[in-house]
């Protein structure tokens, strides 16, 4: 019986901030080691990577597909593989790893269409391999408290959803200037790289994602107006939203707000109370109670429980910040594909993460707001 | 040369709440005595109202018809009229009174129709009468702020506006319970005395007023998505919105969102920076330029000029509260009144209160809002 | 019967602050009329305020002794005064209107010796007069809301208090400047008319009096750290406070504070939960319970009774700000002194406003604090 | 040239929450494996967690004297050791590394009494070995922000400081009650493992530590108030502060305060500006120059440079939280060991960890407190 794994990269060299950000997750967690990757196209960078971490010389691969199969020719290869490269490639590692039996961790976007999608749904169900696609925000303790309490009825039937999701960083680009002002926005701002959608496939995504998560509500239609201030792809959209059950709401996205970092923030309105979490203060959940006083409650304190409370780290007060949430979102995935290397029937949480079709849904909604984007925000169906 | 005014009121009976507010928020600019009224259908409220505030017995009218031509037959008679009766009598009373020649102040909404308000505001012009419509908020310290520093162009091109007022008062009303919870949700409600419109009408104008009179912008067309939930009229609605230079933006109004009291929010974003201003926090401004940390300007201080200083009343750090903003606007409109019966010509800061033209404006904008609604969120010219 | 009451003004001349103050608080009330003052020691600022007040001419007088003497003669004479001259007057100008059978409010302080405020003490009993000492901050609807948790035994024994009022208005005098920064700073740093302290009688003396009012417990002894930066008296108190029951706490009061305008904020901790109320945030109150979420409390909702809800005017969400605090005061002291006219009873709520008990605990509290500070902090009995 | 490190664990078995804290900060920073320990006084969990994290077998202690001798004596042995042992232990334990030669990184406090930090000082010089005392609060960029800012003179000359530490996790030990309600609780409440002092020596001393860090000052002398409520040990102090340069400040600490989980909060107020950080939100500090509005400077942005940027590991608006303090600790910690056993000379950020120097303050801080607390509050020198 397995207790502890090996996993690969691929991407994530040294300098890159996403494949850090997976790595030391998987760290926290303290039961998988880095084994094997193709870390970089340059393969100076590659190697000095591999090096690094300790990844033995003949692990360390110069192409993603050698690595899949060599990997999975050993015996002692790799349990799961963390894809963390360029948003325009997801599709066809994924899909080699998938190939080659391996389970995968896949940044988000899953891919760039939804034909994609489906392909790779159902090349994972054919080999029997979990797929996480690493929606981060669902990973954090208090989104989960926020998903239970709305499951057991405390705010009554959602009939409103307020959410945004503003960030700032891309406010020079205003005006289509030529240069463009930071190394990250260069491939987002490329249509050949980034696909149809900017700002709503990078973040908008996040709140289609989180408010599922917590509601279990998917928009059955949208609305969108969006924004390009002279670039290719959009910087800003507002987006109205209908759910399969009639409610409402709207969603905000855009890279161009002054004062707002990483503005993710979620407020939930059911006929009995409200919701609200804001992704800066994550360790705080907002509770109002029809009649009653807001109150605040916070991580790690003795009236949270259920998942909020086993996915707990660090005394309350002190914050745990969204690496931890990164690694509550391996923690699950790393524990379903442990059990399933040990024939071992997953538990409920052993599935609290993001999948497959959790990322399928996402490039639908992209491909939606976009649409209707293009057609004078016209309702689009998801 | 006058300097202290006569006013009479319309509405207003003891214990009615708008009424109590107009009359406190024109005892604290001190320059004006409350000298006739007709302040209640009932006679004997009427009475009483009248005589606790030391209205002289004659002066005390069962009809307001009747009070404006006795009124405008005096010498002493009073130079203004507030209006604060139920929203459905506003047209026929301010007629009254701009036909026997009386300024008026009148709450908000002007009226029902378009129509009615292009005859108020012909008749107001032929008659060289002012008219206020006390759309509240514009008369804050903060706001007034907001609009010089957008003027200044401090946060430059405004490329997107979120906007938001979220009530929770109605939230009983979900399901269209027969019996309303309180008192004052009767006639809100009441499509025949609240017109075509409840929550849009209630509130979701002050989002245009506000947003209008901080940065100059009108909708040119909305989309809108509304929400009865049971009821007769709209409880929620999120709205699109497309101004005259092309930029986007989002209202959100609703009377059912749970821990939300008055949440009257704006922010304003621009290519230089951005804006944001919480009615129930309304002593400050927040305010950000692009490359800077976000400030957090408050009134009363050394580095607020113009007419926020202007209008502040009380040190900083003591907070002023609603009835100041009332007071502003009162300050305004009664100077302007002041002077036009001097025959002294009026100052830019005369003018700086919601007049006839803000109110067409409102109506125009719930009857786009409205209409939008009800034809599957269509954009809707305003 | 009386319903309504004349008063007079000793102080207050126009551009005067915390005259404009008493005089629109008194206006919110709705129930007394200005009818007698003596308003300023120049005379042309004496007549001009007067008559913009509509004063009679025959009762705006050069003198407070005068006024004293002849309303106190006359059969439509004042029913109460309210002094609001500087500090080291209070004294003098409130035993003439006690001797006069006059009711007497007066701005805090109450004078400068404890000597001073026995004799005025024994002076307003002998007499059968009530006396008002208007310390604001017990006059907030959310402070009397704390009173009554606390009362009720919601936060259980009280064990710990950590109070602060923090101001940055005085920083520039750091250095013992020649040249003040601002007029009202003048006699505030002037021993002879600010007395003993400056900062502590200004605003240490409002913590003492609000947390005193919140919990019924009043420092047994102090020790205290002043600060003086160069002038003649404190502009900084650090005071470890001892209570009667054995219960410890400090309060810290500056006008020092870069970044505080108005900064008092009480945190009052118990056996079973704590409580914080913050000033600038009037219509909040914090509220713990062990074991549970924090609740922000709000003015104006459904869950808020008392006397908190007695003393609510403006719907919840709407601010009402420092001038409703003062009325609230104004309302119960004119309350007491009409039904004291009218040979009523008075009820709790006539009595609940700072009397000349309080003023007296002030001078106390403020002698203490600047003696103990005088003796390297010894503790000191108040 | 060694660019990675072997490091050593005394204490820290599994499910130990301070041990996983250094573990996960060491493991963040990615340039030290964990390669011996002595984890547990109780055998079959000190040989579990030693396998878990992939130790050798042999390299396993069971205590932790031999393993100081036995790596000390390999070649391949430890650099240096983390001790996450009881208070109690810390002393000794950090003698045996320290005479074995072997760096040291210790859980504060440093040890117990004056005498014992003086004589582990002498004999770190005396070996040249390098010893961290990891008080937290100072790895957080915004404390180095701080710092920084106060260098660079931007809130001038301080005069007054205001710190506190809240925490209300042992409010249930009031009353004294037999029944501790927390395992936690029960060392820390014991005289003999845990000291002269609970709360000053758990919490109080993170207050002085992270003052002393952005300010450069230390007490010269303190005045204490100490609250047991019935148990052998303080839960409350409230602390008046002398500095070296004159300047007072106050601090409070407690663990019984509800509302509070991790409240430690600084604010330091200068003659030009002040400068506040809330731990419970650590990627904002709050600053406020003279005459300007305050500014919100968050983690992550373009206009913070210095210490704060090199620290800086996640783009601005996703939190960091708690454990990246720890690593920004251990990794100039372990860049000095690093450079020291390469024969380096060490850089400014190489010594910015607290050391033993830190530690021994922190004692004698502690014994003033409780020696003061003990004579009623008298001034006692630190």
Sequence with gaps: MRNRLRY????????????????????????AELTAGCFSSREEVNKETGRFYGVAEDRIYSSYAE????EAAREDGIDFVSIVTPNHTHYEVAKAFLEAGIHVACEKPLCFTIEQGLELEKLAEKNGLLF??????????????????IEKGEIGEIVNVNAEYLQEWLIDEIGGGAQTTTKLSVWRTDPEKSGISNCVGDIGTHIEDTVAYMTGMHPRRVAAVLDNY????ELNANILVEYENGAHGVYSCSQVCAGHLNGLVIRIFGSKGAIEWVQEAPDRLLVTKKGEAQQIYCRGTGYVSGRASETNHIPSGHPEGLTYAFANIYHSFMSAVCKT??????????????????????VRFVKAVIDSGSMDSSWTEV
Tied chains: 1, 2, 3, 4.
């Design 8 to 31: 690969g990269m691929v991407g994530g060299g040294k300098g890159a901030f996403i494949g850090a950000v997976h790595r030391r997750a998987i760290a926290l967690e303290e039961t």
């Design 67 to 70: 690595m899949a199969q060599k």
């Design 132 to 149: 996480a696609v690493t929606y981060t925000y669902t990973g954090y303790s208090m989104v989960k408290l926020a998903r239970e309490l």
């Design 230 to 233: 002279g670039m290719e792809l």
């Design 341 to 362: 290397i040990n024939g071992e029937a997953l538990e409920k949480e052993d599935r609290d993460y993001p999948n497959i079709h959790d990322g399928i849904q996402g």
